[in-house]
């Protein structure tokens, strides 16, 4: 940390705020400069956010130098970049790429298994699909819930692709663990900590989705969350934020990727479907995500989305999927990496 003083600071208000930091146990390093005076605090960090140095005579800023994320960091804790296996597919690593497509929701049996059989064969990774489904009008259908778990397993055992689902309830852990082969923490969850440490235990992997008005930095401490119990098969993913933009339906912040893939270890997937709210954006965004470096994408597939009860306007047709696995593959083969 360094605390920048005033102009008019004296030098027993520097003292002071010397002394402070010396009687906590953090060095201080006095740095005059023409205008102001800077102190540099070097120890624990957090202890010395919460010494309330901003209400002491004469301190004008306190400002972080490290970065508020600590496990999720590529830079102070984990400088290879992590990589594990769902299944026999490689995520993360630099040398495959995940493509993970499915419905937005778990409506019927029927429906769920006409979209596996299409991902499949159209050489998808892992399967998504909705059990519970966090939607914003309480009338709203909220999806098939435990219901919906036969169904996912039963495209599991058709297709072989991994299943990756939202976990919304505590409640609901251990019996979605059972079905679920990545577990997916939606974006209105993000800063549900008492879910983020609940799935770090669960021991499967997570994929952890960006809040919709959460900045990078914040989803960094997120997986910090979940870092912290021991869980590091941990995939980010950003799906889009509220900006002032209403052109789409959220906006995709691929310059967040960029930064994510710099700052971080953990792999980094992109959500297409739900940043752009309309089908016709989702390749283009699917090849930008695929070719600024993303580890994956996620996308929402159905066979007949007009009918879809959540989220049809943005799920690609199945009939198109393959070619549209295609001319991704495409993309991610400019950084040399196929499809895992
Ligand atoms: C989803 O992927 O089904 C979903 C609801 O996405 P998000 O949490 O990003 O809105
Ligand atoms: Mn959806």
Redesign the pocket.
Known sequence: MMVVMTPQATEAEIAAVVEKLEARGVHAKVMPGELTTAIGAIGDPEGVREMGLEGMPGVDQVIPISRPYKLASSELSHYEPTTFEVDGRRVGGGQTFCLIAGP??VETREQTLAVADAVSKGNASMMRG?AF?PRTSPFAFQGLGLDAFEILKEAREATGLPIVTELTDVANAEALAEVADVIQVGARNMQNYRLLEMVGKLGKPVLLKRGLSSTVDELLQAADYILKEGNDELMLCERGIRTFETATRFTLDLAGVAYLKLHTHLPVIVDP??AAGDRRLVEPLSRAAAAIGADGIIV?VAEDPEAAL??GP??LYARDFGRFSQAVAAHAALLDKRLA
Do not use: L, Y
């Open positions: 937005c929701t909705g489904k479907s739900h929402e959540c989220d943005q799920q």
